[in-house]
């Protein structure tokens, strides 16, 4: 493979995934403000009975630290960090349209009025401070951490890093984000320990969950771009 068809191939790999980055994290900005109910087990009153009650918004979260894991390991700790602060822009300024979606006046025949609109897409200034604070400290740490397990590995035991990084850039996220929230009057402190334990445990099980995932799209990059193990390409 010659060098600039070998470099086409990283450019469009990168891009690729930084969408799919940016995407996901605009999403999660967008439908937030809905919550689901869950039990794994059933409904009932036995012992093992667990209902998790989050907002969806933690949906497509998860995916956002599975794709930077795949950017430091195909890219390296520089390029994960420029997806994290092109994702950070990009859902700054999608805020920014939605507010000022928010002040145009509906017309009549609108089928979504003024109302209905900031019902759905209204948000507090500390919750969307409180939830980009949190993503860029968790994010950071996600990727330092990563890339400390691959030197500590010498780039052996994908999963070591893929899941140390990520449980404990969640734990970081889910702690940042409750206490900004708590302290600042938006949900009670009696809920930041229920809250705190319901959240991690479904991060931390997502996390778990994608690293057959994280083999398989690493092992699909470095052949796509034809990398040793271990080894980054270069953009």
């Known amino acids: ?22 995407a996901a994290l605009v999403a999660c900005n967008l439908i ?22 989050q907002s969806v918004g933690i949906l497509p979260y998860p995916i956002t630290f599975l794709i930077t894991d795949l950017i430091s390991e195909l890219y390296g700790q520089r390029n994960a960090n420029r997806v994290v602060m092109s994702g950070l822009v990009a859902s700054v300024f999608v ?32 919750a969307v401070a409180a939830s980009m604070i949190a993503y860029l ?36 996220d889910t702690s940042v984000v409750l206490l900004m929230l708590c302290a600042f009057g938006e949900i009670a402190w009696q809920q930041f320990f229920s809250l705190f334990v319901a959240g991690y445990l479904f991060k931390a099980a997502i996390a778990l969950a994608d690293t057959p995932f994280f083999y398989l799209g690493t092992y699909w990059g470095q052949r796509w771009l034809g990398l040793k193990p271990g080894e980054e390409a270069k953009l």
């Open 137 to 172: 400290v968790a994010q950071l740490i996600d990727i330092r951490v990563f890339h400390f397990w691959k030197r500590v590995t010498n780039g052996k035991m994908l999963w070591v890093r893929n899941n140390f990084s990520t449980l404990t850039s969640q734990m970081a």
């Open 95 to 126: 805020l920014l349209i939605v507010y000022v979606s928010g002040n145009a006046m509906a017309a009549d025949w609108s089928p979504v009025n003024d109302s209905q609109f900031a019902h759905v897409f209204g948000q507090t200034g500390i």
């Open 32 to 53: 937030f403000r809905k919550f689901f109910v869950w039990s794994p087990f059933g409904d009932g009153e036995a012992w093992y009975q667990f209902t998790l009650e």
């Open 1 to 22: 493979m010659s060098n600039q068809s070998s470099g086409n191939r990283a450019l469009q790999l990168y891009l690729l995934l930084a969408a799919l980055f940016i």
